[in-house]
């Protein structure tokens, strides 16, 4: 009788005091996960990143591009003599709209620009393994025409339409993946097209926790018109430098152009040339509204 | 006859016992680590906390990424170049609750430190809340801070845990 208790007891015992233990309790299911942080920048070299100004977030952007090394360089101080600007106000309106106005001196041309993250990659449960964005712009070229014709305002306009893919793979390496379709009003005869196709690859790697090797390569559709002028692929590579509210880039690149419609389809620098340029990019972010 | 009676007893005793813990997902914690120069102020509302009022056990557990700043960019500077989340996706404790202090392990940033702070532990209809403030400082769980914003970071982190534990069925 005392033997069957003791078992019975050995038997029970465990069923109430082996709960597990308390501690196990803290592991979490993961929580829908957005990836931070896929790039530094709101662009790599010249193409648009995934990335916006968070909400009631002002940005501030000023980038250059330096003299050819074809020109005369060292007389040039590499280039420095003849730098190309571009300024650029941006505004978060939320974490995922992003609107913005530029104006650069290559063919004084001032630009506006919508940006939105359509969708977002994340993990956890129902995990998107890429994000897409959408980029919009309308570009107007201030400089006067050299030809002796009036032209309207509408002829100096050209459009351009951005689907952004991006993909952070790890801490260190995100790529991105952005075929675009630039419009432009004008072109040098009937037979031309207005639409012009590109597709941009592009990524970066982490070096340090604040530094990133960047690069970025365009395929484009119509490389000549019928008035004889040619362009070229457009490419750069650079580094991105990043301290508390700047990020620094640094580039080499064979464009001088920096609104978008003008690097990307209508570049006519070539790199075997000497059309090789030095320039940055640097930005500031004011937060207007928390 | 006897042990039965004890045994009786004990199983009773022991049905007490697993009845006596407290949990919660959506504990509250909040740090600051800003100076007068610049605010720098994050809080979750998704810590899970759990308490075992029969050993004292108690244990906390954080995402790194559920803290909210309110500057987009300093909470990516945040996870990016500070707790490096992606290395380090949480920070935990496990220790025990005696007489006003909780002692323990608290591991963040992949390092794990004794520490042994004041807590205050108070019964509340259908839980337990637990209450605590300190300073942790950055340099013992290896978060460097880069020389040009050291004035504007404070090198002791002050957490303040403020978690609602209801009682487990």
């Given at each position: 009788?005392?033997?069957?208790?003791?078992?019975?007891?050995?038997?029970?015992?465990?069923?109430?005091?082996?709960?597990?233990?308390?501690?196990?309790l803290?592991?979490?299911?993961?929580?829908?996960?957005?990836?931070?942080?896929?790039?530094?920048?709101?662009?790599?070299?010249?193409?648009?990143?995934?990335?916006?100004?968070?909400?009631g977030?002002?940005?501030?952007?000023?980038?250059?591009?330096?003299?050819?090394?074809?020109?005369?360089?060292?007389?040039?101080?590499?280039?420095?003599?003849?730098?190309?600007?571009?300024?650029q106000?941006?505004?978060?309106?939320?974490?995922?709209?992003?609107?913005?106005?530029?104006?650069?001196?290559?063919?004084?041309?001032?630009?506006?620009?919508?940006?939105?993250?359509?969708?977002?990659?994340?993990?956890?449960?129902?995990?998107?393994?890429?994000?897409?964005?959408?980029?919009?712009?309308?570009?107007?070229?201030?400089?006067?025409?050299?030809?002796?014709?009036?032209?309207?305002?509408?002829?100096?306009?050209?459009?351009?339409?951005?689907?952004?893919?991006?993909?952070?793979?790890?801490?260190?390496l995100?790529?991105l993946?952005?075929?675009?379709?630039?419009?432009?009003?004008l072109?040098?005869?009937?037979?031309d097209?207005?639409?012009?196709?590109?597709?941009t690859?592009?990524?970066?790697?982490?070096?340090?926790?604040?530094?990133?090797?960047?690069?970025?390569?365009?395929?484009?559709?119509?490389?000549?018109?019928?008035?004889?002028?040619?362009?070229?692929?457009?490419f750069?590579?650079?580094?991105?430098?990043?301290?508390?509210?700047?990020?620094?880039?640094?580039?080499?690149?064979?464009?001088?152009?920096?609104?978008?419609?003008?690097?990307?389809?209508?570049?006519?620098?070539?790199?075997?040339?000497?059309?090789?340029?030095?320039?940055?990019?640097?930005?500031?972010?004011?937060?207007?509204?928390? | 006859?006897?042990?039965?009676?004890?045994?009786f007893?004990?199983?009773?005793?022991?049905?007490?016992?697993s009845?006596?813990?407290?949990?919660?997902?959506?504990?509250?914690?909040?740090?600051?680590?800003?100076?007068p120069?610049?605010?720098?102020?994050?809080?979750?509302?998704?810590?899970?906390?759990?308490?075992?009022?029969?050993?004292?056990?108690?244990?906390?557990?954080?995402?790194?990424?559920?803290?909210?700043?309110?500057?987009?960019?300093?909470?990516?500077?945040?996870?990016?170049?500070?707790?490096?989340?992606?290395k380090?996706?949480?920070?935990?404790?496990?220790?025990?609750?005696?007489?006003?202090?909780?002692?323990?392990?608290?591991?963040?940033?992949?390092?794990?430190?004794?520490?042994?702070?004041p807590?205050?532990?108070?019964?509340?209809?259908?839980?337990?809340?637990?209450?605590?403030?300190?300073?942790?400082?950055?340099?013992?769980?290896?978060?460097?801070v880069?020389?040009?914003?050291?004035?504007?970071?404070?090198?002791?982190?002050?957490?303040?845990?403020?978690?609602?534990?209801?009682?487990?069925?």
């Open positions: 009788m005392k033997y069957l208790a003791i078992t019975l007891c050995l038997f029970i015992s465990p069923l109430g005091f082996a709960q597990d233990d308390v501690f196990d803290l592991e979490v299911t993961q929580n829908k996960k957005y990836a931070y942080a896929t790039f530094k920048g709101t662009q790599l070299v010249n193409s648009a990143t995934n990335e916006t100004p968070g909400a977030v002002l940005q501030y952007i000023i980038a250059h591009r330096f003299g050819s090394f074809g020109e005369d360089y060292l007389y040039n101080f590499l280039g420095l003599d003849n730098a190309q600007i571009r300024m106000l941006d505004y978060g309106i939320t974490d995922r709209l992003n609107i913005g106005i530029g104006r650069s001196s290559v063919l004084k041309v001032v630009d506006s620009f919508i940006k939105f993250r359509a969708i977002r990659q994340s993990s956890g449960p129902n995990p998107i393994p890429i994000s897409i964005t959408l980029l919009s712009s309308a570009n107007y070229r201030g400089e006067r025409y050299a030809d002796g014709i009036d032209h309207l305002i509408a002829d100096r306009l050209s459009y351009h339409h951005q689907v952004i893919f991006t993909r952070k793979w790890n801490s260190k995100s790529t993946f952005s075929p675009s379709l630039v419009h432009w009003n072109v040098p005869s009937v037979g097209p207005n639409s012009t196709y590109n597709a690859l592009g990524a970066r790697y982490k070096l340090t926790k604040r530094m990133a090797l960047t690069g970025e390569y365009s395929l484009i559709s119509n490389k000549s018109y019928s008035d004889g002028s040619a362009f070229t692929v457009p750069g590579v650079g580094v991105d430098v990043e301290t508390g509210g700047h990020v620094f880039q640094f580039h080499l690149s064979n464009t001088r152009g920096m609104s978008t419609p003008y690097w990307l389809s209508r570049n006519s620098y070539s790199a075997l040339n000497g059309g090789l340029f030095l320039g940055f990019n640097i930005s500031r972010v004011f937060t207007l509204r928390d | 006859m006897k042990i039965f009676a004890l045994l007893i004990s199983l009773l005793f022991s049905t007490c016992v009845a006596q813990q407290f949990l919660t997902r959506e504990g509250g914690l909040a740090f600051d680590a800003g100076s120069l610049e605010d720098i102020i994050a809080e979750t509302k998704s810590a899970t906390a759990v308490y075992d009022a029969q050993s004292g056990k108690i244990g906390f557990q954080v995402l790194m990424t559920s803290f909210n700043f309110k500057r987009a960019l300093m909470q990516e500077h945040f996870n990016e170049n500070y707790v490096e989340s992606e380090y996706p949480k920070a935990s404790f496990k220790g025990f609750y005696k007489d006003g202090f909780t002692k323990g392990e608290l591991t963040m940033h992949g390092v794990t430190k004794s520490i042994r702070v807590a205050v532990l108070t019964e509340v209809k259908n839980g337990i809340r637990f209450k605590s403030t300190f300073k942790v400082s950055l340099s013992d769980y290896n978060v460097s880069p020389k040009a914003v050291s004035n504007k970071i404070d090198p002791y982190a002050t957490i303040t845990v403020n978690c609602m534990m209801k009682k487990r069925p």
